[in-house]
């Protein structure tokens, strides 16, 4: 939101008011509390003035600093609040007749008490960003009252994050609005938005604040990030690094870190698709032509229609398409199969929950205690409370009857429209309420699975988020349309929401409005197989590979086995993510934060710490892509070549980029039919260009093998004295295989 008309002047009706200089510091139980009057106080007829603003400085945990800025205190609170992290780790606040600083681990806050205003953010003696005059501010106009505060970019800093963006992926120049909406990918839009920014500067902010923040990232004031909202008070967070590894990792130690999801969920994904006719003899007979054709399938998902048409949702089979859903759910397990249903938090008036909902008072309602309804998605839809634990509890029930059925995973569809003219069963603001209530949704949704399928089982396919929403995976990138530009804007949405704090992602693989081509099909078929998660979903028509053409199935087919031989190495870049908070899929800049010709890649990403990808946007498979420095290997072809330098080569359908890190090892699986398997049993490392004398350590599950190379041979150890799959105690030496491109180090 922009309130200055150029450098010198407000926008009309726009008033403001400024922190010009500190009044008097206090610190106790280690937080350091300033006053500062937004006019000079030059005798004591300037104390009978106002607004004076209240600044108080924090420290949940080390290296991360946080900031209220409070104008009127008398506010009655009202929720909700993001789920924040503490630890037991006092920061040291000390103060003299200069500055007032408090010092969290490496990173200290300064304000000056003398002169002008100034909010110094410094690490290792090296200003972060500042908070400088006018910019912190109390701002009115004739709709509201908002605190804004603006943060100091340094020259070439690039800003990355905020939620799942389709835009380009640094913000620099942005106007972003934290607001959730369901605008499919190609807007400004966003069905996944975080008030969290990411620099390569060394830090990042994350705002806390769950209603609406308006982000203006160089766009009011080109020098400055500018975030405000409509509050009395609002709380920021400086984290400091000093790497954007180190960043998202602290901040999702704040915030929350997913949930490991359950290697069959990486596997392959096939969907009814959504307005597509279908009943069990065509979920029948896509299954069974994936099986002729050697296509190896993990989950079958089926989409809105498996309920009755106005009837969404009633979580009550369709039966006169499935008259017997138990035994049909029985027979996909048979073959091996997960099943996943589409659901949403929306219920239908002709639903029979929507009658049972209002009279128990689960639905939400309007402020004259109304329910609220209106005929947009569906006829007279109202929305689950979820505000209340009556009604959460209520929503897993119907949940788990579907669960009794067989039925083992959930896409939780929608959750971005929120209305505002409701009141909430717990008293919540609407406006803060409004995206954090896919927070409560997705919960709820995850805790069912957790309850019923264990921890280890748990996984949804989420469409809208915010902060904290991470906890719950995967998420997928929504309404995109079949063409090469929105799978380019696709890919963006998710290296953004990777730079958010989310470690999994997908995306619907051809496109979900229109049909794709032959070409496109193909070209989407391997990056969707190299991504976290992998779907083939659409709109409406089917995404079964024979559909489109026969080389299309012999695609899918490679790039499919490809991704299950590859789990070994993915499903520990699961774990990483888990455990630290840094993605699976990775934006270059994540990787290589000191190489500048990363900073604004977007077309390309890491795949785990070690893999290079580079989607094909183009029927030609002319495809351009930045290497890093040093002597990178195709994995497929063994081929090398050498960074820092742009590359330009052409693809066919069953290729892609995907080159290897010098000094990498990658773990490949010995089975390609499934992504569920004992991943060290029968394992080939790859080891690829280390150096003399370099030592790489690889874990596999429950196995860390350890790779060094002696002169021209490798040696490798197992940390498993007792590896069921024959490997023998100690350490075993392998020559160079030439003429491949990497050393190769078999297990047995």
Excluded at 419 to 434: F, I, N, Q
Excluded at 457 to 470: I, K, L, N, P
Excluded at 618 to 628: C, H, L, M, T, W
């Amino acid at each position: 939101m922009k309130f200055t008309d150029g450098y010198w002047l407000l926008r009309e009706g726009v008033t403001a008011a400024y922190p010009v200089e500190v009044l008097d510091v206090t610190a106790q139980d280690g937080t350091l509390e300033i006053h500062a009057p937004t006019q000079p106080i030059r005798h004591r007829g300037d104390l009978l003035k106002g607004p004076v603003v209240t600044i108080s400085a924090h420290a949940p945990m080390p290296d991360v600093i946080g900031v209220t800025f409070t104008h009127f205190d008398g506010e009655q609170p009202r929720g909700p609040e993001f789920e924040v992290g503490r630890e037991e780790v006092p920061p040291q606040v000390s103060y003299d007749d200069q500055h007032a600083t408090l010092t969290s681990g490496a990173l200290s806050v300064r304000v000056a008490r003398t002169g002008s205003w100034h909010v110094d953010f410094l690490a290792h003696g090296r200003t972060l960003t500042s908070s400088s005059t006018k910019g912190m501010g109390i701002m009115r106009d004739a709709t509201g009252h908002y605190l804004r505060e603006q943060l100091n970019l340094g020259v070439g800093t690039s800003v990355y994050g905020l939620g799942e963006r389709f835009g380009p992926l640094v913000k620099n120049g942005q106007v972003v609005d934290i607001w959730n909406a369901d605008g499919g990918t190609a807007t400004e839009q966003a069905y996944k938005n975080v008030p969290f920014y990411l620099t390569d500067a060394g830090y990042g902010v994350f705002v806390d604040h769950p209603g609406k923040v308006a982000f203006e990232v160089g766009s009011e004031v080109v020098s400055r990030v500018q975030f405000s909202a409509e509050t009395q008070q609002l709380t920021y967070y400086v984290i400091y690094g000093p790497t954007p590894k180190d960043i998202l990792r602290k901040y999702t130690a704040l915030t929350g870190r997913p949930a490991l999801p359950p290697p069959w969920s990486f596997g392959l994904w096939l969907s009814t698709s959504f307005t597509t006719s279908y009943d069990e003899e065509t979920v029948t007979s896509f299954i069974e032509g994936m099986r002729e054709r050697e296509l190896p399938l993990s989950v079958f998902h089926f989409d809105c229609f498996w309920m009755r048409e106005f009837n969404w949702c009633d979580f009550r089979w369709d039966p006169r398409v499935f008259p017997d859903p138990e035994g049909m759910l029985a027979r996909l397990h048979a073959r091996g199969l997960r099943v996943s249903a589409w659901i949403n938090p929306y219920i239908a008036q002709r639903s029979p929950l929507f009658a049972e909902g209002k009279a128990l008072g689960h639905l939400l309602k309007r402020p004259d205690g109304s329910v609220w309804q209106w005929d947009l998605w569906q006829p007279g839809m109202a929305l689950v409370d979820f505000t209340s634990p009556a009604a959460r509890e209520w929503y897993a029930s119907k949940l788990e009857a579907l669960l009794a059925q067989g039925v083992d995973c959930f896409k939780t569809d929608f959750g971005e429209r929120v209305p505002l003219d409701v009141a909430w069963s717990d008293g919540s603001d609407p406006e803060r309420m409004h995206n954090y209530y896919t927070y409560l949704y997705n919960r709820t949704v995850f805790d069912v699975l957790r309850k019923h399928r264990g921890e280890e089982e748990a996984v949804v396919f989420a469409r809208s988020a915010t902060t904290g929403s991470q906890k719950f995976p995967v998420h997928w990138g929504g309404d995109c349309e079949a063409t090469y530009e929105s799978m380019a804007e696709s890919l963006r949405g998710g290296l953004s929401l990777g730079l958010s704090g989310f470690g999994f992602w997908s995306h619907d693989i051809g496109g979900f409005e229109g049909t794709p081509t032959a070409a496109l099909f193909k070209r989407w078929v391997a990056f969707g197989l190299l991504s976290s998660h992998s779907r083939l979903h659409g709109s409406s028509s089917y995404r079964v590979p024979w559909l489109f053409d026969e080389e299309s199935v012999d695609v899918l087919r490679h790039f499919t086995r490809l991704k299950l031989r590859l789990m070994p190495y993915l499903y520990e870049a699961a774990r990483t993510a888990q455990a630290e908070g840094v993605p699976v899929m990775r934006a270059m800049v994540l990787e290589f934060p000191d190489d500048p010709g990363c900073a604004h890649l977007e077309r390309q990403y890491m795949l785990g710490p070690d893999l290079l990808v580079a989607p094909v946007f183009s029927d030609d498979g002319d495809v351009s892509y930045y290497v890093p420095e040093g002597t990178w290997t195709h994995f497929v072809t063994g081929k090398t070549v050498t960074g820092p330098r742009w590359v330009r080569e052409n693809h066919g359908f069953s290729s892609v980029p995907l080159l290897v890190r010098p000094g990498a090892v990658i773990p490949v699986g010995s089975v390609d039919d499934r992504p569920d398997y004992d991943h060290a049993d029968g394992v080939t490392l790859r080891a690829y260009g280390l150096e003399r004398g370099q030592q790489v350590a690889v874990r596999v599950g429950d196995v860390t093998f350890t790779v060094v190379r002696e002169g021209d041979l490798l040696r490798a150890s197992c940390s498993d004295p007792s590896a069921p799959w024959g490997l023998a105690t100690g350490e075993r030496e392998v020559r160079a295989q030439a003429g491949t491109g990497f050393l190769s180090v078999e297990w047995s």
